[in-house]
């Protein structure tokens, strides 16, 4: 269960999704999954993330994603205080990088 959450979690969905091979077909199955404003709301929230893990400040993050303060505010909240889930994504990231 996770910490944050009170109800018990099913795996399946997410052993769907390590299962995806491609960026499209991740992109395909959450199509499928999700509505088109839920995509958006989510990339949005992981770009935001992405700013705020590359240092950038509130008003340039609202200025480069158009998210509002209070979305940007949410997320650096996850960020300070989460599970921990942006970091292993943005660490294995990088790590590709290099």
């Known amino acids: 269960m996770n910490k944050h959450n009170k109800k018990p979690r099913s795996e399946a969905m997410y052993k ?3 299962s ?10 959450f199509d ?10 989510m990339e949005q929230r992981y770009q935001v993330a ?5 240092g ?9 994603t158009g998210a509002s303060s209070a979305t940007i505010s949410r997320v650096n909240r996850s960020l300070q205080y989460g599970s921990g889930g942006y970091e292993i994504v943005f660490s294995r990231i990088k ?3 290099e």
């Open 16 to 18: 769907a999704i390590l």
């Open 20 to 29: 995806l091979k491609t960026v499209d077909e991740c992109m395909k199955f």
């Open 32 to 41: 499928d999954l999700c509505t088109v404003s839920e995509i958006l709301a």
């Open 50 to 54: 992405s700013c705020l893990d590359d």
């Open 56 to 64: 950038m400040i509130y008003t340039d993050i609202l200025s480069e």
């Open 95 to 97: 790590g590709n990088r």
